[in-house]
């Protein structure tokens, strides 16, 4: 099982002690801490050639009609470079790597879409890589950790909402607000609940995030055929993120002990199991 994640430096590359290092493309990407140029990129895949570690590049944005020549124009450039994956959710990407015969390169990263075994079935005979959906009970994550391609999204803040539409933005026009909310971390809050829920716009659109993070961690003992496991970064200190990456780089060798949990809990208390252990289901007033 390899241990990846989703860098925020270039200078501090060399302190990720992981297997695979995920870096976003600041015109194909979704939403990130740090988006990088192609000369950065370059850079960042010599590094992880250098020092044998997976170079995966996070182009998960969904494509208009009108960008698709220069994403063709920019993947026609970037696959010279020799990455290792590419973390797409457009069917475009696929539509490119299918006639380059790279279709093996892949990582599906949509992940409310990835949630049953046969799915995951499907995109591994296409030889693609599949990202699970965190709204998964512990049973089915096992049963589909079955197969070999599986990579699981394992600490983090889960994104639940993505929207090309600048939603902030046409907010504070619509109410005459003179606020610029673009590239600002501000919460959401529903009226009858309590937890607030990371949003945040940027020039790809609008997107919110659980409120806590999710943590999947003693479970490890029972997904080992997981093809990678995911610390996701976004919104997380780095110097936070790299004691996340040593507490987990130990689970992942065999050594899942009480106190890296304990100390996973005094980085951040506010994790959650998701739906590990409850099956998620829609509720209806009777």
Do not use: W
């Not at 976003?24 to 570690?53: G, L, M, Q, W």
């Not at 010279?80 to 790279?102: P, Q």
């Amino acid at each position: 099982m390899k241990l990846i994640t989703e860098i925020k430096s270039i200078e501090n590359i060399h302190k990720y002690d992981v297997d695979g290092i995920i870096f976003a493309d600041k015109n194909f990407s979704t939403i990130s801490d740090k988006t990088f140029s192609f000369p950065e990129i370059e850079r960042i895949v010599d590094y992880c050639k250098d020092n044998n570690k997976l170079a995966i590049l996070k182009i998960d944005k969904i494509i208009s009609e009108n960008e698709l020549q220069s994403l063709n124009t920019f993947l026609e450039e970037i696959i010279k470079l020799d990455i290792d994956y590419y973390l797409f959710t457009d069917m475009a990407v696929l539509n490119f790597m299918r006639n380059v015969e790279s279709t093996d390169r892949l990582i599906f990263a949509a992940k409310t879409l990835n949630c049953s075994y046969n799915d995951s079935l499907f995109y591994r005979d296409l030889g693609i890589k599949v990202l699970l959906s965190n709204e998964l009970t512990l049973e089915d994550i096992k049963d589909i950790s079955r197969l070999d391609n599986i990579v699981l999204d394992g600490y983090g803040y889960t994104n639940i909402f993505y929207s090309k539409r600048s939603l902030l933005s046409l907010f504070a026009k619509h109410y005459e607000l003179n606020e610029d909310y673009a590239r600002r971390l501000l919460f959401i809050k529903e009226e009858k609940r309590e937890n607030k829920y990371p949003l945040s716009e940027n020039d790809n659109g609008t997107f919110i995030f659980n409120a806590n993070k999710y943590m999947f961690f003693k479970e490890l003992e029972l997904v080992k055929n997981l093809f990678m496991f995911k610390i996701e970064s976004i919104f997380i200190d780095e110097e936070e993120l790299f004691k996340v990456i040593s507490i987990y780089k130990r689970a992942l060798a065999g050594q899942i002990t009480d106190s890296d949990y304990q100390e996973l809990l005094a980085i951040d208390e506010m994790v959650s199991s998701g739906f590990l252990y409850k099956k998620p289901r829609i509720l209806k007033k009777e």
